[in-house]
């Protein structure tokens, strides 16, 4: 019988590390706690420094991860309870109740069509609203929908029934309770990334205050030909495109008051995005307010040359002091310090100003690790204490892998991942 890891955490990071996994013969257990996995990539329009299309390359890892007979996924789900010591670990996966048997759902969408409750969805970024029956977005892996207990008024109050009624498949059951799996598991590993930090608390960035202020993430969705406006590129206070683009850089991070470590992947997506508007607005013009440009890895200075030179991209070493509403109400006034000996205070206009929050680890990532009994970093990331084995935890047969660990971006995290699955085998197989 093949010895079984846990892979908590269904992005990137955690899909490369269950299908390499899977690949050397592991019972693989990735448990998501998402209805789908894919993690931020699959918000994410195109990739630094190729620009490669994101899902175009996350896509097919995720039908891989899915269909490989060596992967079992355990979506809209959590590890509860873990207990033993390694390599004798028995993991508690606690498996929601989505209200859909997705053996008999075909996706096919004609519930969601028909409900009538409508809410912010989070995977636009909440730049627009699903329903209470959803699929999280078209390309989502199982492709099956879920009904979000918290909203549906046939859940909460008995007072509904369209999507049982509409459903041919018969899908829908109202009945269905949460369930516990027991696993004993060799190892497990702990993939489980970032969120964003909530910059309204740094009110001078005008987030939530100026409407044509939003969050690079947001962005990402706006950019999207899937997203929220359909990949065109407008501002929320008149639905114009904007022809001069602000960005401002280390949001709350480097910052002692909220996080003082550097969020590692924002100089480059910045520098994505710039380019990237372009081939939304061509006579767009944008400028990046910075405090250090951190372009280090393999063609990355290259990506920022070619950005300023072929794509005109303005770079200003400074950190804006004030974002306020323009006085229509339509885009937004930043107020800065120029550098040099003539340094002095600038207000300029911009249409449109784009927030590079930092980036933390995931909600719920400190109670996970207490479950786990691992440490975390002064940072609050999920401690890695060995140089000679980065992907070590605090405990033996626990590894982290991708942002959980650290902020990193995508080919780090799939290293990151690579090595993890080595690593699992060097110690199950008798290594050090
Ligand atoms: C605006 C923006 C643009 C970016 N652009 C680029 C780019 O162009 N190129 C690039 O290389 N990088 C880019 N990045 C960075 C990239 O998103 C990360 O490197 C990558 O997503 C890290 O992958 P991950 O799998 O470690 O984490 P994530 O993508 O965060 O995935 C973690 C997964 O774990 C799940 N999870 C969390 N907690 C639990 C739990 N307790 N139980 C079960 N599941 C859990 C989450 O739901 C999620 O699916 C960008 C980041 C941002 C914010
Ligand atoms: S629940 Fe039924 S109607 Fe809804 S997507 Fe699935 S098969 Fe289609
Ligand atoms: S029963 Fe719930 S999920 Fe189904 S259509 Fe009504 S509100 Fe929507």
């Known amino acids: ?24 013969g ?4 990735l448990v998501e706690r998402s209805p789908s996995i894919g993690g931020r990539m699959a918000q ?52 929601k109740a989505r ?17 009538p409750v409508k809410v912010p969805n989070e995977f636009e970024e909440k730049l627009s609203k699903r329903r209470a029956i959803y699929l999280p977005f078209p390309q989502a892996v199982p492709r099956k929908v879920t009904i979000d207990a918290e909203h549906c008024t046939m859940i909460k109050s008995g007072k509904c029934g369209i999507c049982k009624k509409v459903c041919q498949a018969g899908a829908i059951e109202y009945d269905q309770k949460d369930s516990t799996v027991v696993l004993d598991a060799s190892a497990v590993v702990v993939a489980t990334g970032f969120d964003l930090a909530d910059v309204t608390v740094l ?75 372009r081939e ?23 990506f920022v040359q070619r950005a300023e030179k072929n794509y005109g991209v303005r770079y200003i070493r400074s950190r804006p002091a004030k974002v306020q509403p323009a006085n229509d109400g ?29 980036l933390v680890p995931s909600s719920g990532a400190p109670d996970l690790a207490k479950l786990l009994r691992i440490e975390l970093d002064d940072d609050r990331f999920l401690r890695t204490p060995s140089l000679r084995h980065p992907v070590d935890s605090s405990m033996k047969g626990i590894l982290i892998c991708g942002f959980a660990g650290a902020p990193m971006d995508i080919p780090d995290s799939v290293a990151q991942a690579s090595g993890v699955a080595a690593r699992v085998a060097e110690l199950l197989e008798g290594g050090a």
């Open 1 to 24: 019988m093949s010895k079984k890891v846990v892979v908590i955490g269904g992005g990137i990071a955690g899909i490369q590390a269950s299908l390499d996994l899977a690949d050397m």
């Open 280 to 302: 939304h607005v061509p006579d767009i013009n944008s400028t990046i307010f910075y405090m250090d440009m951190r372009a280090t890895g393999k063609g990355f200075q290259e």
């Open 26 to 29: 592991y019972e693989v257990h």
């Open 99 to 115: 209200f859909v048997n997705i053996s008999k759902c075909t996706g096919c969408g004609d519930c969601v069509a028909k409900c």
């Open 330 to 358: 339509s885009g937004v006034l930043v107020t800065y310090e120029t550098r040099g000996l003539a340094g002095e205070q600038v207000t300029e206009e911009f249409d449109m100003l784009v927030l590079c929050p930092a």
């Open 44 to 95: 994410l329009d195109k990739t630094f420094p190729t620009n490669d299309c994101s899902l175009c390359i996350l896509s097919p890892k995720m039908i891989m991860c899915a269909g490989h007979e060596n992967v079992k996924l355990h979506v809209y789900s959590e590890v509860v309870g873990i207990s033993g010591e390694f390599p004798k670990l028995k993991v508690t996966i606690k498996e």
């Open 203 to 277: 009110s001078q960035y005008g987030l939530g205050i100026c409407k044509d202020v939003v969050t690079s993430l947001q962005l990402e969705r706006i950019l999207s030909a899937s997203g929220p406006t359909g990949g065109h590129l407008v501002r929320a206070s008149d639905g114009k495109e904007p022809r001069k683009l602000g960005f401002v850089q280390c949001v709350g991070s480097r910052d002692e008051k909220m996080y003082k470590y550097c969020s590692s992947v924002c100089c480059m997506y910045a520098t994505k995005e710039s380019i990237l508007v």
